[in-house]
C-alpha cells in the first residue's frame, strides 16, 4: 500500500541529545514537510522540499535540521539548540502546487526526559 | 501572509444531534481551503476542499463545508452525527500563487460526541 511511515512512534530524548525522526513515502511525491503540533496550537510548519537537495524553512525552523538526499526520504534532526522539543510531529507529503491534498504520516511523538 | 481561526476549541454534541464547526480566514492572496480530521495518536486525513467552483463541497461521510467569501468563512457541518466523529478537526488554507501545498492551520476543534 503507498502511504507514508514514520518512525519511531515514540521517541524519548535526554535534554542536550540531536535525535533524527525517520520519513519515508511511496507515493511518488516530489514535495515533502515537517509539521510540529502542539496541544491547542495546530500545526505549524517547520521545513519543506519540493525537490531533492533543496528545501526551505517554514515558521519554526530554529533548533531545527533536514536533509533531502532521495525523493523518499525527509529526517528532520531536532537539535540541542531547540529549547521545547516535547511535541508531536507530522511528516507529510504532496505532488507540486498549493490545490493539491498533503498525505500525513501518522506521526512521532517526541519527549524530552 | 494568511491565518486560520477556529472559533471553538470544543464543541459538545449528542448523538444524531447537528454541528457546525466554524472556521474564519484572512489573507493577502487567494487561498484554497481544506479540511482534516485527525483521530487520536494519528495522523491528518483531508476530509473535504474547496479549490474553484460550487462553494457547497461534500464528503463521503456527510460532512459538507461552504466557502463565503465575503465573510471569509469555510464552515464545516454535518446534519446528524455519530459517536465515530469524535475526533479534532483543522480548517486550513494554501496561497494560490504557491507552488507549494505549504498548508497554514487553524488552532483546531475538538468534536465530542456523547450518546
Known amino acids: 500500500d503507498g502511504g507514508i511511515t514514520q518512525s519511531p512512534k515514540y521517541l524519548f530524548r535526554k535534554e542536550g541529545q540531536n535525535v533524527t525522526l525517520s520519513c519515508e513515502q511511496n507515493?511518488?511525491?516530489?514535495?515533502m514537510y515537517w509539521y510540529r503540533q502542539d496541544p491547542g496550537q495546530g500545526l505549524r510548519l517547520i521545513y519543506y522540499s519540493q525537490i531533492v537537495n533543496d528545501f526551505q524553512k517554514g515558521d519554526i525552523a530554529e533548533g531545527y535540521s533536514v536533509s533531502r538526499e532521495k525523493k523518499e526520504s525527509f529526517p528532520l534532526t531536532v537539535t540541542s539548540a531547540q529549547k521545547n522539543p516535547t511535541a508531536f510531529y507530522l511528516c507529510?507529503?504532496?505532488?507540486?502546487?498549493?490545490?493539491?491534498?498533503?498525505?500525513f504520516g501518522q506521526g512521532t511523538r517526541l519527549t524530552v526526559v | 501572509a494568511q491565518s486560520v481561526t477556529q472559533l471553538d476549541s470544543q464543541v459538545p454534541v449528542f448523538e444524531e444531534a447537528p454541528v457546525e464547526l466554524r472556521c474564519n480566514y484572512s489573507s493577502s492572496v487567494s487561498v484554497y481551503l481544506f479540511w482534516y480530521v485527525q483521530y487520536p495518536n494519528q495522523g491528518l486525513q483531508l476530509l473535504l476542499k474547496y479549490l474553484s467552483g460550487s462553494t457547497l463541497v461534500e464528503s463521503i461521510n456527510g460532512f459538507e463545508a461552504e466557502f463565503n467569501k465575503s465573510q471569509t468563512s469555510f464552515h464545516l457541518r454535518k446534519p446528524s452525527v455519530h459517536i465515530s466523529d469524535t475526533a479534532e478537526y483543522f480548517c486550513?488554507?494554501?496561497?494560490?500563487?504557491?507552488?507549494?501545498?505549504?498548508?497554514?492551520f487553524g488552532k483546531g476543534t475538538m468534536l465530542l460526541v456523547s450518546p
Open positions: 507529510a507529503s504532496s505532488i507540486t502546487g498549493p490545490n493539491t491534498e498533503a498525505f
Open positions: 507515493l511518488n511525491h516530489d514535495a
Open positions: 486550513a488554507v494554501s496561497d494560490q500563487t504557491s507552488g507549494y501545498s505549504t498548508l497554514t
